[in-house]
């Protein structure tokens, strides 16, 4: 039997998945920007204030972006803290050891550690924001 509340649970049903397609989509973007700035040559690389900025500015770019990665992430992984984690940790490690095999580029560590405290970062405001929103009816 149909109950009178089917139409609104479909629909509600149609909004969460948008939002879900919505934030894969982010999130691939976010990744594909993140793996092209990564592994372009330096002459391609983008930069925020010029190819002779200061340290600081490179530090801030990498924390924020993974940042931004990890909080969408978090966002489409909802609960699953330790996953969304491994997963910037997994992105940054792999992309810093995808760098030694590109001639201008140097893999570091201490880039992996900005990267990942970036990343779980932006795991933790999204858990925290997650943590005070309504939840769906299920």
């Known amino acids: 039997m ?14 969460g998945t948008m939002r879900r397609s919505h934030l894969i989509a982010a999130a691939s973007i976010c990744l594909a920007l993140i793996v092209y700035a990564t592994l372009a040559k330096l002459s391609g690389r983008p930069a925020l204030m010029g190819h ?5 500015v490179v530090v801030i770019e990498r924390f924020s972006a993974y940042g931004l990665l990890g909080f969408l992430l978090s966002f489409l992984l909802p609960g699953r803290f330790s996953l969304a984690c491994s ?3 997994a992105v940054a490690m792999g992309l810093e050891l995808m760098q030694a095999f590109i001639p201008d580029r140097d893999p570091g560590f201490l880039d992996v550690l ?3 405290a970036g990343g779980t970062a932006g795991v933790m405001l999204a858990q925290i924001i997650l943590a005070f929103l309504p ?3 299920s």
């Open 52 to 56: 002779h900025e200061a340290y600081w």
């Open 114 to 116: 900005q990267k990942a």
């Open 2 to 15: 149909f109950s009178a509340f089917e139409p609104e649970r479909r629909a509600s049903l149609y909004v």
């Open 135 to 137: 939840r769906p009816p």
């Open 87 to 89: 997963l910037v940790i």
